[in-house]
């Protein structure tokens, strides 16, 4: 059974940095596509990062470009989010996602396998 799961969340005043990791047992990250997604409170859950294991591409919605970087470790099956910068708006519980395919896709139905999530609060 492939379970990711997430950790690293917790609180940070603004402008500070985190570092989330996620690990994914039952499941080979070769050919394959990881993602990043948040959900704020009242809020729908939203695409953040992806990358492919395949080409090493990396992919940032705009609310995160420039501050955060998502990087991966195949061998391990692990991919992590380093967040700097923080802004309050960045709040939200983040969730790691894991395709079946290489594909990266931003909607959630095309990402197969999800984590429990791990919440992230920045305060101003």
């Known amino acids: 059974q492939v379970q990711p799961v997430e950790s690293g969340g917790g609180s940070v005043q603004a402008g500070g940095s985190l570092r989330l990791s996620c690990v994914v047992s039952?499941?080979?990250?070769?050919?394959?596509?990881m993602a990043w997604f948040r959900q704020a409170p009242g809020k729908e859950r939203e695409w953040a990062a992806a990358?492919?294991?395949?080409?090493?591409?990396?992919y940032y919605a705009d609310s995160v470009t420039g501050r955060f970087t998502i990087s991966g470790d195949s061998s391990k099956n692990e991919l992590y989010l380093l967040m700097s910068s923080l802004k309050p708006e960045d709040t939200a519980m983040y969730y790691c996602?894991?395709?079946?395919?290489?594909?990266?896709?931003?909607?959630?139905?095309?990402?197969?396998?999800w984590g429990q999530g791990t919440q992230v609060t920045v305060s101003s």
């Open positions: 039952g499941y080979t990250y070769v050919n394959k596509c």
């Open positions: 996602a894991a395709s079946r395919g290489a594909f990266c896709s931003k909607e959630e139905r095309d990402n197969d396998f």
């Open positions: 990358m492919s294991s395949t080409t090493g591409g990396t």
